[in-house]
């Protein structure tokens, strides 16, 4: 089956930082990959995705390149704000998403 | 256009007490999926539908929980009797060609 690891958190940075959330997968078949994000008290939003090798999703400044020889799908943004605060999820899936454990984000003014 | 929409938000319960949740999906997607987050967790899929097909459903623990997506359109998450660890938030997705969008989910507590 289809897992995922996720770099732990909490994360915190400031404003304005370089931001990096590593994601690895092991997955059956070809897997399309997922960044979601959930603000506190909110379901999970997509954030981005990438359906094929060497693809690039990207969304509000956010990338992420699938990189199928590493079976990886790390979350990068140059410049973090204030309201980017909230749990990213990466989430392979096939016929069903599996997601991590999720990574807390906090950005300080 | 309407997202996913679950009802109710919140609930609280006593345990042994049963509860159920609702789910609208987005209208045109068939794939219905219903996950269980608990706290500091990632969602973990109970059961996922095709149209009114429950085509995945063995994580879903069938002794207590229930489901069903009468019609293909809405779907209900049953829970009898409920226990203390049942509390969790649960959501539902729908989608289609693998993309899916969340509801708000339910906030179980039981006490």
């Given at each position: 089956?289809?897992?995922?690891?996720?770099?732990?958190?909490?994360?915190?940075?400031?404003?304005?930082?370089?931001?990096?959330?590593?994601?690895?997968?092991?997955?059956?078949?070809?897997?399309?990959?997922?960044?979601?994000?959930?603000?506190?008290?909110?379901?999970?939003?997509?954030?981005?995705?990438?359906?094929?090798?060497?693809?690039?999703?990207?969304?509000?400044?956010?990338?992420?390149?699938?990189?199928?020889?590493?079976?990886?799908?790390?979350?990068?943004?140059?410049?973090?704000?204030?309201?980017?605060?909230?749990?990213?999820?990466?989430?392979?899936?096939?016929?069903?998403?599996?997601?991590?454990?999720?990574?807390?984000?906090?950005?300080?003014? | 256009?309407?997202?996913v929409?679950q009802?109710?938000?919140?609930?609280?319960?006593?345990?042994?007490?049963?509860?159920?949740f609702?789910c609208?999906p987005?209208?045109?997607?068939?794939?219905l999926y219903w996950?269980?987050?608990?706290?500091?967790?990632?969602?973990?899929?109970?059961?996922?539908?095709?149209?009114?097909?429950?085509?995945?459903?063995?994580?879903?623990?069938?002794?207590?929980?229930?489901?069903?997506?009468?019609?293909?359109?809405?779907s209900?998450?049953?829970?009898?009797?409920?226990?203390?660890?049942?509390?969790?938030?649960y959501l539902c997705a729908s989608?289609?060609?693998?993309?899916?969008?969340f509801g708000?989910?339910?906030?179980?507590?039981?006490?």
């Amino acid at each position: 089956g289809n897992s995922v690891t996720q770099m732990e958190g909490p994360v915190t940075l400031s404003e304005e930082a370089f931001l990096t959330i590593n994601c690895t997968y092991t997955a059956t078949g070809y897997p399309s990959l997922f960044w979601y994000v959930q603000y506190p008290g909110e379901g999970l939003q997509l954030l981005l995705k990438a359906t094929k090798a060497d693809d690039k999703g990207s969304n509000k400044g956010f990338e992420a390149t699938y990189r199928k020889e590493t079976t990886s799908f790390h979350l990068e943004k140059g410049s973090v704000q204030v309201s980017d605060s909230a749990v990213y999820f990466c989430a392979p899936t096939t016929n069903q998403f599996y997601f991590g454990t999720g990574t807390s984000l906090t950005v300080i003014p | 256009e309407a997202g996913v929409v679950q009802s109710p938000r919140y609930k609280i319960i006593e345990k042994k007490q049963p509860v159920a949740f609702w789910c609208n999906p987005i209208s045109g997607h068939n794939t219905l999926y219903w996950y269980r987050q608990n706290l500091g967790q990632g969602p973990e899929l109970l059961i996922r539908y095709e149209n009114e097909e429950a085509v995945d459903d063995s994580q879903l623990p069938k002794d207590r929980f229930s489901a069903e997506r009468l019609k293909g359109v809405d779907s209900t998450l049953k829970i009898q009797p409920a226990e203390l660890g049942d509390s969790a938030v649960y959501l539902c997705a729908s989608g289609m060609n693998t993309e899916a969008f969340f509801g708000q989910g339910t906030r179980l507590t039981v006490v």
